[in-house]
């Protein structure tokens, strides 16, 4: 018997939930009890009077274990809705990181014109150090952070994947 393996796809999930104490490591436990990986995960507050949040998590997995998790994560008492980006259409997704970079004379104006072709804002600066803020997708971040190693990267904050449907309608 000849058993046919499909490479992980990666996915981007949205979680609903009702904001209480407990549900993040509920869902983090469904996940690590199954072994399944969870690459980002970014939670936040999302209604006026505190009551709901919403979870963005990426992981990877062939689309049977995909379902999988998506049908468990249903499950769970205080989940509203679940939704997975990858599958539903055009998605947006973006990412914020902090990015520290010390350095003086060319590599700071290095520093300085290669944060402007990214549209990195300064958020902190020093003579010998700056803080870049950057918004946008995984590969332009990975792409900022790689240029800016040669020239004196000294720590990285990243927030995680965040993701929503393009259009009029909620997901």
Same mark, same amino acid.
């Given at each position: 018997?000849?058993?046919?393996?499909?490479?992980?796809?990666?996915?981007?999930?949205?979680?609903?939930?009702?904001?209480?104490?407990?549900?993040?490591?509920?869902?983090?436990?469904?996940?690590?009890?199954?072994?399944?990986?969870?690459? #980002?995960?970014?939670?936040?507050?999302?209604?006026?009077?505190?009551?709901?949040?919403?979870?963005?998590?990426?992981?990877?997995?062939?689309?049977?274990?995909?379902?999988?998790?998506?049908?468990?994560?249903?499950?769970?008492?205080?989940?509203?809705?679940?939704?997975?980006?990858?599958?539903?259409?055009?998605?947006?997704?973006?990412?914020?990181?902090?990015?520290?970079?010390?350095?003086?004379?060319?590599?700071?104006?290095?520093?300085?014109?290669?944060?402007?072709?990214?549209?990195? #804002?300064?958020?902190?600066?020093?003579?010998?150090?700056?803080?870049?803020?950057?918004?946008?997708?995984?590969?332009?971040?990975?792409?900022?952070?790689?240029?800016?190693?040669?020239?004196?990267?000294?720590?990285?904050?990243?927030?995680?994947?965040?993701?929503?449907?393009?259009? #009029?309608?909620?997901?």
């Amino acid at each position: 018997m000849k058993i046919e393996h499909r490479a992980a796809e990666r996915h981007v999930l949205t979680v609903v939930v009702d904001n209480e104490p407990g549900i993040l490591a509920k869902i983090t436990g469904l996940f690590t009890a199954r072994g399944y990986n969870i690459d #980002s995960l970014t939670v936040a507050d999302i209604s006026e009077d505190h009551a709901i949040s919403r979870i963005t998590i990426v992981t990877g997995g062939p689309p049977q274990v995909i379902d999988q998790i998506m049908a468990q994560l249903e499950r769970l008492v205080p989940v509203h809705r679940v939704t997975d980006l990858t599958e539903e259409g055009p998605h947006v997704e973006r990412e914020l990181a902090l990015v520290k970079v010390k350095g003086t004379g060319e590599h700071r104006v290095e520093a300085l014109r290669i944060a402007d072709v990214f549209r990195a #804002s300064v958020v902190d600066t020093t003579t010998e150090s700056f803080v870049f803020e950057l918004t946008g997708a995984k590969d332009k971040i990975d792409s900022f952070i790689t240029l800016m190693r040669g020239l004196g990267l000294v720590e990285v904050g990243r927030s995680g994947i965040v993701g929503m449907m393009r259009g #009029s309608e909620a997901a």
